[in-house]
């Protein structure tokens, strides 16, 4: 019986680790910021100029990620995610602190400070 539990238990840790969304660092990608729950993870975040950030859309529903705020738009960009697994990439070539939020929903914002 200790067994079977044992690997039960192990599935479980499988399955979660599986599931577990990408965060700041994806060696495909760079530096990543996770969009789950409403929110953007990690939130700040912190690169060298010339890095290229990716979001990844880890909500089963539509966000955007478009850059300022929404009393101040900025026009960098604004790109609609329609779902899970969706993403967007973007170069920050310039030192300075860069506010973005969704569209959708406009509680959620995140910042990223480029040295």
Same mark, same amino acid.
């Given at each position: 019986m200790k067994r079977i539990w044992r690997g039960i238990g192990v599935l479980a840790v499988a399955a979660l680790v599986a599931s577990s969304p990408v965060t700041a660092q994806s060696p495909e990608l760079g530096p990543t910021i996770t969009i789950q729950t409403f929110q953007f993870r990690p939130n700040p975040i912190? !690169? @060298?100029? &010339?890095?290229?950030?990716?979001? /990844?859309? @880890?909500? *089963? /529903? #539509?966000?955007?990620?478009t850059s300022g705020t929404p009393e101040n738009r900025d026009g #960098? %960009? *604004? !790109?609609?995610?329609? &779902?899970? &697994?969706?993403? %967007?990439? %973007?170069?920050?070539?310039?030192? =300075?602190?860069?506010?973005? %939020?969704?569209? #959708? +929903?406009? +509680?959620?914002? =995140? @910042?990223?400070?480029v040295k």
């Open positions: 912190e !690169v @060298q100029a &010339g890095t290229q950030i990716t979001w /990844i859309n @880890q909500d *089963d /529903i #539509r966000h955007t990620v #960098r %960009f *604004d !790109v609609p995610l329609a &779902g899970k &697994g969706t993403n %967007f990439s %973007f170069t920050f070539t310039q030192p =300075g602190t860069y506010s973005y %939020f969704c569209d #959708r +929903h406009q +509680h959620m914002r =995140g @910042q990223i400070h």
